[in-house]
């Protein structure tokens, strides 16, 4: 699915989030010099930003471009989609480079968020993808996991906070700490273990098997059948295709827009870390891979396992349902 090419209106809206490493009082000033201070928004809270978004739909922007990482993209759009009911329409929201993994600003093509606000506030084509988001427990997001790759972020912000007002604390944060703690906490945790037993039930339209290459295959599976059941690491759902830092992990997420990628890893630790390679450049496949297309799922683990949303840890569950969001939402991309 080609994105695509719109000329700006220049009618946007900044929310940057005060709270973010990358967001400086000279950048909130170069902001405000490049879209006018009338149009920035700095939030210290969620309340906060709430507050900024009821003003931008009261002012009628066209789009809303948010600073902070991807938590702060994915806290924007569900902020905006409680206000779907009330609003004749909602802006499109825009990314800015300034988190860390950047998952979204990475496959949108974002770059120095300034730049991207000078280019959008003086006309200059952009891109725009609508897409449906992955829902679950009530909040839309890009991608999401449970297993392996949410215990990493896990270990990932123990270290990075265990470490941050030290000399280490930039070997600790980034993709190096992200890669220290899989290999350092997270592949010795789980080494040893047997994997957790889930069962993947599809309860949604049908669903269909993926071969390499991203063509359905197989009869499709109905609604109340079992797409699998047995040992698994991790199992996953994305409707776009990055994790962050670049990762190309849902290869296959945007080749069917009314169904989500569904990946599931039944892997040892040791393979986890032998196929990284191939999970970066989105060539993942083989033994112990199994993608499906689908709408709507339900996982039930054996035990609690951690949960992810958006790169954001959120905890254990023994359950999860996986679903898309019913209405798309569009996002903004450089051209």
């Known amino acids: 699915m080609l994105p695509a090419h719109h000329p700006s209106d220049g009618r946007l809206?900044?929310?940057?989030?005060?709270?973010?490493?990358r967001v400086t009082r000279a950048l909130a000033w170069r902001v405000r010099q490049a879209v006018g201070e009338e149009?920035?928004?700095?939030?210290?809270?969620?309340?906060?930003a709430d507050e900024a978004l009821k003003i931008c739909l009261e002012?009628?922007?066209t789009a809303v471009f948010a600073g902070g990482g991807d938590g702060t993209i994915v806290d924007?759009?569900?902020?905006?989609?409680k206000y779907r009911p009330d609003a004749d329409r909602l802006p499109a929201v825009g990314v800015l480079r300034l988190g860390t993994g950047n998952a979204l600003a990475h496959w949108l093509g974002a770059g120095f968020p300034v730049w991207d606000l000078h280019r959008y506030a003086r006309g200059?084509?952009?891109?725009?993808?609508?897409?449906?988001?992955v829902q679950s427990e009530g909040t839309m997001f890009p991608f999401g996991g449970v297993g392996h790759d949410a215990a990493i972020l896990n270990h990932y912000y123990e270290w990075k906070k265990k470490f941050a007002d030290t000399p280490l604390h930039k070997l600790f944060s980034?993709?190096?700490?992200?890669?220290?703690?899989?290999?350092?906490?997270?592949?010795?945790?789980?080494?040893?273990?047997?994997?957790?037993?889930?069962?993947?039930?599809?309860?949604?339209?049908?669903?269909?098997?993926?071969?390499?290459?991203?063509?359905?295959?197989?009869?499709?599976?109905?609604?109340g059948d079992t797409l699998y059941e047995g040992p698994a690491c991790f199992i996953g759902a994305a409707t776009t295709p990055l994790l962050g830092y670049g990762m190309k992990f849902f290869p296959y997420s945007t080749l069917q827009p009314d169904r989500m990628q569904v990946r599931l890893l039944d892997f040892t630790p040791f393979q986890c870390a032998t196929n990284l390679p191939a999970g970066w450049r989105g060539t993942l496949s083989g033994e112990g891979v199994f993608d499906w297309y689908a709408d709507r799922i339900r996982v039930q683990f054996d035990q609690a396992l951690p949960y992810q949303m958006g790169g954001d840890p959120k905890g254990y569950r023994t359950e999860v349902t996986f679903g898309l969001s019913e209405h798309p939402v569009t996002l903004i991309g450089q051209a």
């Open 59 to 61: 002012r009628d922007y």
């Open 13 to 21: 809206a900044v929310i940057l989030n005060a709270n973010a490493g």
């Open 174 to 223: 980034g993709l190096t700490g992200y890669l220290m703690a899989g290999f350092g906490r997270t592949i010795p945790t789980y080494l040893g273990r047997p994997n957790a037993q889930m069962r993947v039930v599809n309860v949604g339209g049908p669903a269909q098997r993926i071969r390499p290459g991203g063509d359905g295959f197989g009869p499709p599976v109905a609604t």
């Open 39 to 48: 149009n920035v928004f700095l939030t210290e809270s969620p309340e906060h």
């Open 76 to 81: 924007t759009i569900n902020a905006l989609e």
């Open 124 to 133: 200059d084509l952009h891109t725009r993808r609508s897409i449906r988001m």
